[in-house]
């Protein structure tokens, strides 16, 4: 996913050059990046691009993105996130119009309003509560749980060279609405890309984390300033309780893991 720092350097393709091939269109301007060397390096790229996009909230693909690009297009469509009834349509592109009617899903950056909003609205009556428990732990033989994926992300990702990262530069007011660029949560046993929305606005009020990234089973949140010892038990005990079958000893493994770090990677489907 990230390279090797042996291999090619560091390759930023802005959209505007070339448009990476997706299962569907993108809404949002950004860039593929090539060559990155460690998941430390992404964390710094990331960093470096939302300085130079201040009003804007960058947004990361994480592991698989073939997959999380299949996922995000089926979930788009499965949850209705691209339905056009009720909303102005005046202001768009002809292209988008076929026989002056439109041609049923969006693909333009003036149509991301739309796809937000309905992202929003869905999201409207969804309580944190009804989150906990829908995942388990780990899941058999997957070596999935909080703890291991965290120890090492970069094993986890299963970084290859080849991979590339895409980075959306979503045009939201919070780091969880940037969820409306990639809104992955698509199969019965994942959270829904409202789910999703709901625990990482938890996450940014309570925990100071923000989203930073989105893969085909993972969230990624980063926070300003690392976790302190309270702070990180206080998180690790609500991360346990998300999940069904947490073990005794998960929150204070977790605690002691995310003491003195800035970042989380959180699983949100069932494998």
């Keep these: 996913m990230f390279g090797s720092s042996r291999g090619k350097p560091l390759e930023l393709v802005p959209f505007s050059q070339a448009k990476p091939r997706t299962f569907s269109p993108l809404l949002c301007d950004g ?49 209705g996130l691209d339905e056009v009834e009720g909303h102005d349509l005046s202001g768009l592109s002809p292209e988008v119009f076929e026989n002056g009617q439109h041609q049923g899903y969006l693909s333009t950056p003036a149509e991301f309003p739309i796809r937000l909003a309905n992202l929003l609205a869905r999201a409207r009556d969804i309580r944190l509560e009804a989150v906990f428990g829908l995942l388990d732990w780990e899941t058999s033989g997957d070596a999935n749980d909080l703890v291991t994926i965290n120890t090492d992300p970069e094993a986890f990702l299963g970084i290859a060279r080849e991979q590339e990262v895409l980075f959306q530069f979503a045009p939201v007011q919070s780091a969880a609405e940037a969820i409306a660029a990639f809104p992955n949560g698509y199969f019965q046993s994942d959270l829904s890309p409202m789910q ?23 969230l990624g949140f980063r926070r300003a300033a690392a976790l302190g010892e309270d702070r990180a038990r206080a998180l690790a005990t609500e991360l346990a309780t998300l999940y069904a079958k947490t073990p005794p000893t998960a929150a204070d493994q977790l605690a002691r893991l995310l003491t003195g770090r800035d970042w989380l990677l959180l699983r949100y489907t069932e494998s």
Excluded: K, W
């Excluded at 460690?38 to 909230?57: I, N, T």
């Excluded at 009020?205 to 993972?218: K, T, W, Y």
């Design 31 to 79: 860039l593929t990046a090539r060559g990155l060397s460690s998941f430390a390096d992404l964390l710094a790229l990331h960093a470096r691009l939302q300085r130079d996009h201040p009003d804007h909230r960058v947004l990361a693909s994480l592991d698989d993105l073939g997959q999380a690009s299949y996922t995000a297009g089926h979930g788009t469509d499965y949850h």
């Design 196 to 218: 999703n929305l709901v625990l990482a606005r938890r996450l940014e009020a309570e925990h100071g984390l923000s989203l930073f990234g989105i893969g085909a089973r993972l």
